[in-house]
T-cell receptor, first 110, second 116 residues
Framework: GIQVEQSPPDLILQEGANSTLRCNFS?????LQWFHQNPWGQLINLFY???GTKQNGRLSATTVATERYSLLYISSSQTTDSGVYFC????????????FGQGTRLTINP | DSGVTQTPKHLITATGQRVTLRCSPR?????VYWYQQSLDQGLQFLIQ???????AKGNILERFSAQQFPDLHSELNLSSLELGDSALYFC???????????????FGEGSRLTVL
């Protein structure tokens, strides 16, 4: 099956810092989503971005499908940004399921 | 609020017991997916239903079963529970479930199962 690798696995930053999270995948995809899992366990949709660039407030994402990677940018971090960020992809061929990476755990200290 | 509703939010039970988790998809969504999140395995796909029919199967144990009803809600049945079944179980829905593009998946808040 498709492999999804996220880096870094852990990231600790001070409030106000910027960060870049990376997601590499091993096959062609036609669905890529970024999620934030907050400390209460909720999975919150951040971006649906199989290709191109999107921005939503302090967050933005870019997917370069031809090179099989996606980046999530968080600017001016706040403590509420803490949690685990997941990238999930669906292969062009095959079942409709999303395959998740192992996540990046982000801790923002005040 | 994603629009996907899962009940119960928390469940504590004993080994050997059986539980049922329920999911109502977003209005208009035809496809339902079940995922299991445990500490050591991450988020694992279990099974997908589209408009009442099973479409894809993942790492779902034989002790587990699911179905999607005519009103499109879904239930995940877990039986002969073991300690290792303790996990967060998520349901997700999407508009489509067939063809090349599934569309965006939206997740419920999850059902946290603890097996003692």
């Amino acid at each position: 099956g498709i492999q999804v690798e996220q880096s870094p696995p852990d990231l600790i930053l001070q409030e106000g810092a910027n960060s870049t999270l990376r997601c590499n995948f091993s096959d062609s995809v036609n669905n890529l989503q970024w999620f934030h899992q907050n400390p209460w366990g909720q999975l919150i949709n951040l971006f649906y971005i199989p290709s191109g660039t999107k921005q939503n407030g302090r967050l933005s994402a870019t997917t370069v499908a031809t090179e099989r990677y996606s980046l999530l940018y968080i600017s001016s971090s706040q403590t509420t940004d803490s949690g685990v960020y997941f990238c999930a992809v669906k292969r062009v061929q095959g079942a409709q399921k999303l395959v998740f990476g192992q996540g990046t755990r982000l801790t923002i200290n005040p | 609020d994603s629009g996907v509703t899962q009940t119960p939010k928390h469940l504590i039970t004993a080994t050997g017991q059986r539980v049922t988790l329920r999911c109502s998809p977003r209005s208009g969504d035809l496809s339902v997916y079940w995922y299991q999140q445990s500490l050591d395995q991450g988020l694992q796909f279990l099974i997908q239903y589209y408009n009442g029919e099973e479409r894809a199967k993942g790492n779902i144990l034989e002790r587990f079963s699911a179905q999607q009803f005519p009103d499109l809600h879904s239930e995940l049945n877990l039986s002969s529970l073991e300690l290792g079944d303790s996990a967060l179980y998520f349901c997700a829905s999407s508009l489509r479930g067939t063809g090349l593009f599934s569309g965006e998946l939206f997740f419920g808040e999850g059902s946290r199962l603890t097996v003692l």
